[in-house]
């Protein structure tokens, strides 16, 4: 099915690893997002990509790195886990700025 | 900056009762306006959008907002839940010109009780 797909969809990492998510979309759309949700803060915006070649802080970059490696591939790279990283990361995508997101289903990520 | 507040973290209604979800943006010109739902460990869907025209927007699965310009709001509604209504909900705004991403609510959680 046509869609955002992100790997893993769960992971424990320990204080100090480093690991990347991986986020694909299929619909070629220009724009893309990394989100982090957690209890009561709703999402917030980690990078995003407005398009191909370019990416862009959002409100919460930092201890976080991303690539934009072509028009369907948006990586999202932890260089050094903490706890305070533990959340549910959402990769979604749109055709432009200014649509409606697709998002994946979410990579559940455990620090400890 | 836009910015979105939603009210109620937490509501429960009796299957078959009315709903309306509160949504409340701040921006200066003319948002851009969105509904998400998620249910447990899945991703956001989106239900409805405003962008333009017509203030009262249908969506999926049954609900509709209105977007009232007076009272900066964009509340969301549907006649009559069903239990599979249980879920978050988020709304989100956004800017109409340039490529700056959605800000979201921190989320309304619906329980729909029999």
């Known amino acids: 099915n046509a869609g955002v797909t992100q790997t893993p969809k769960f992971q424990v990492l320990k204080t100090g690893q480093s690991m990347t998510l991986q986020c694909a979309q299929d619909?070629?759309?220009?724009?893309m997002y990394w989100y982090r949700q957690d209890p009561g803060m709703g999402l917030r915006l980690i990078y995003y990509?407005?398009?191909?070649?370019?990416?862009d802080k959002g409100e919460v970059p930092n201890g976080y790195n991303v690539s934009r490696l072509n028009k369907r591939e948006f990586s999202l790279r932890l260089e050094s886990a903490a706890p305070s990283q533990t959340s549910v990361y959402f990769c979604?995508?749109?055709?432009?700025?200014?649509?409606?997101?697709?998002f994946g289903s979410g990579t559940r990520l455990t620090v400890v | 900056a836009q910015s979105v507040t939603q009210p109620d973290i937490h509501i429960t209604v009796s299957e078959g009762a009315s709903l309306e979800l509160r949504c409340n943006y701040s921006?200066?010109?003319?948002?851009?306006l969105f509904w998400y739902v998620q249910s447990p460990g899945q991703g956001l869907q989106l239900l409805l959008k405003?962008?333009?025209?017509?203030?009262l927007v249908q969506g999926i699965k049954g609900f509709e907002a209105e977007f009232k310009r007076s009272q900066s709001s964009f509340n969301l509604r549907k006649p009559s839940v069903h239990w599979s209504d249980a879920a978050e909900y988020f709304c989100a705004v956004g800017r109409n010109s340039g490529n700056t991403p959605l800000v979201f609510g921190k989320g309304t959680r619906l329980s729909v009780i029999a």
């Open positions: 405003y962008f333009s025209g017509d203030t």
């Open positions: 921006y200066g010109a003319t948002p851009y």
């Open positions: 619909m070629n759309h220009n724009s």
């Open positions: 979604a995508s749109s055709l432009t700025g200014l649509g409606g997101y697709t």
């Open positions: 990509s407005a398009s191909e070649g370019t990416t």
